[in-house]
């Protein structure tokens, strides 16, 4: 009974959350008061932090050195049968001399293409970690998980749910060999990541551990309840074992999702499946989800994994 309680809590203050995010847009009349925290996170010994915040001027457009470019391209859905829109960011200096790999990076379930751009500037984020050398130079593509033909983020966005599954087909058919007929794309697994914020981070779960032939890398912030049991994500952990490159789990202990990611580094644990685990102050919010893109980043395609 309290745990029905608890979700039907969880799904309100979501919701109220994401549209407090709306809120904060200019020009909007009617800033909301952020609600508290939902749900009841109960962070555990091992929920702490891999890593320190990043620095403060992690997402400021910083003069004087290269910039890459964020542009906004379309492409013919047959799962969905429309035109669709996703983000991509090339790096500074992109050329078709070379290729690069490729991370697919997706968003909540209050978002669309567009999202990840209102919490993290990733354009900025990623010049930064570029001119310090952090980061591997990559193509970041940032799709709309939400395959069908009304994608936007409107009315009652829990009903659209099933649709973040659907994209699964969306990606893999439609959205990947877009970007590999258009980019220059090294389009081995090695070189090809998913990750995500929320339901995006349940859909790189599902979509990257059930297609290891296609990922090897994968990225999961705060994720969400469309997070498919690890029994079934991984029936064998030998073969997950050999073929993850680099599993990297976030979220915050402020967070009522908390749950969700503590089941999965129990689980990779219990088998020994090597991933990142990092707990941090944040809740289910702008600020963890930055940050987790801010490591991850440093963290995907290096050659140590
Ligand atoms: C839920 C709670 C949260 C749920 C999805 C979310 C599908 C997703 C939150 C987000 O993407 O921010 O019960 O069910």
């Given amino acids: 009974m309290l745990r029905i309680l608890f979700s039907l809590l969880s799904v309100v203050l979501v919701l109220a959350m994401e549209s407090s995010t709306a809120d904060e847009q200019p020009g909007n009349q009617q800033p909301r008061r952020r609600p508290p925290a939902f749900g009841r996170p109960t962070p555990g010994p091992e929920d702490i932090a891999a890593y320190p915040a990043p620095p403060e001027s992690f997402l400021v457009r910083r003069e004087g050195i290269p910039h890459g470019k964020l542009e906004m391209v379309s ?73 069908q033909k009304n994608d936007r983020a409107e009315g009652d966005v829990f009903a659209s749910a099933p649709a973040f599954a659907v994209f699964e087909r969306d990606l893999l058919s439609d959205v990947i060999p877009a970007i590999e007929s258009r980019y220059s794309v090294d389009a081995r697994r090695e070189t090809r990541a998913i990750a995500g914020l929320s339901m995006g981070g349940g859909q790189s779960f599902n979509f990257g551990l059930g ?69 941090d102050e944040h809740g289910h919010d702008a600020k963890h989800w930055s940050s987790s893109l801010y490591w991850f980043a440093q963290s995907v395609f290096q050659p140590a994994g």
């Fill in 75 to 147: 492409y013919e859905s047959a799962t969905v049968g429309t035109t669709r829109k996703m983000n991509v960011y090339t790096p500074p200096g992109y050329s078709s001399d070379r290729k690069y790999p490729v991370l697919y990076l997706l968003h909540g379930i209050g978002g669309d293409e567009t999202e990840w751009q209102r919490f993290a500037q990733p354009d900025n984020l990623f010049d930064n970690l570029l001119a310090d050398g952090k980061m591997v130079p990559m193509i970041v593509v940032m799709p709309n998980g939400r395959a």
């Fill in 211 to 279: 297609n290891l032939d296609r990922f090897a890398s994968i990225g999961a912030f705060s994720a969400a309840p469309n997070t498919t049991a690890f029994e079934q994500l991984i029936p064998d952990p030998a073969a997950a074992r050999a073929q993850l490159q680099l599993m990297w789990i976030s979220c915050g202990n402020k967070d009522g999702l908390l749950g969700i990611s503590q089941r999965a580094h129990q689980f990779l644990k219990q088998h020994q499946i090597p991933h990142t685990w990092h707990v």
